[in-house]
């Protein structure tokens, strides 16, 4: 993908974001709903979430 403008980028990283913030809704709600789930695994993936936001999605966007 080739990116010439500086609103393509933050456009990029926040679609994915949404994506992924979907993708872990819909797996906490089939833990939810097969009663399989741990609390320490759902803070770990908010954990995971909010690591690469800091790491990768931050800088990118300021």
């Known amino acids: 993908m080739i990116t010439n403008n ?3 980028i933050p ?5 994915l974001i949404c994506i992924a913030a979907v993708l872990i809704g819909v797996m ?9 789930y ?3 695994l759902i803070g770990a993936l908010i ?9 990768e999605a931050l800088p990118a966007l300021t």
Request: glycine letters at 6%; aromatic letters at 6%; charged letters at 10%.
């Open 6 to 8: 500086s609103f393509e």
């Open 38 to 40: 741990h609390p320490s």
């Open 47 to 55: 954990g995971a979430v909010l690591c690469f936001l800091l790491l």
């Open 28 to 36: 906490l709600a089939v833990m939810h709903l097969r009663h399989k």
């Open 11 to 15: 456009a990029a990283i926040i679609g």
